[in-house]
């Protein structure tokens, strides 16, 4: 019975280990190179009730040092001439994460109440305009990428965003007022 048992267990060790291999480096890989990675898409689009949330990255490499040039759309495309949304400093969240490193470059946001009226076949667009955030507990390497992407001096790396829109309307008779539209795309930063 110890023997099945021992068994049983190495088994199962060896499924789990078959099943971590994967297309991408593991997390916290400090051999990942942004070679080792492959651009996916730049464009990427959810849609929600009456709503299109677009994300789009204008490149797919880009260089080191520089900033990158993302956005995000929101578009009404309901019933009604008009529609006012209600979102916090923005409806759009451009939070990522830099792969090679396993850095995640937060999005924060002040959350004051704002409305916005989108008319129907207008997109909203907004540009990301840098993001980021650290405490004096991390590292001091991960301090100064941060630095650098606060600065929108983006380094070397493959990186995910994973953005968002976020906002609500006036409650209607029969539907769902709250909306949280999700896309994910991604990019090279390459030494050049």
Do not use: W
């Amino acid at each position: 019975m110890k023997r099945l048992l021992h068994f049983l267990l190495l088994l199962l060790t060896l499924l789990l280990a078959a099943c971590g291999t994967a297309e991408e480096p593991a997390n916290g890989d400090s051999s990942a190179s942004v070679e080792d990675y492959t651009v996916k898409t730049t464009e990427a689009e959810a849609t929600q009730g009456d709503f299109i949330y677009r994300l789009v990255s204008e490149k797919e490499e880009y260089a080191s040092g520089g900033p990158v040039e993302l956005y995000a759309e929101l578009e009404y495309i309901g019933d009604l001439e008009t529609i006012d949304i209600f979102h916090a400093a923005s409806p759009f969240y451009f939070p990522m994460e830099e792969k090679t490193r396993n850095y995640e470059i937060h999005y924060a946001m002040n959350e004051p109440l704002i409305t916005k009226t989108l008319t129907k076949g207008e997109p909203l667009r907004e540009q990301y305009a840098g993001s980021g955030g650290y405490s004096d507990q991390d590292d001091d390497a991960y301090i100064e990428f941060t630095k650098n992407i606060m600065n929108k001096q983006f380094l070397e790396g493959y990186y995910v965003v994973e953005g968002y829109a976020d906002f609500y309307t006036e409650p209607p008779e029969n539907g769902q007022p709250n909306y949280k539209l999700q896309a994910e795309i991604d990019f090279k930063v390459v030494d050049k």
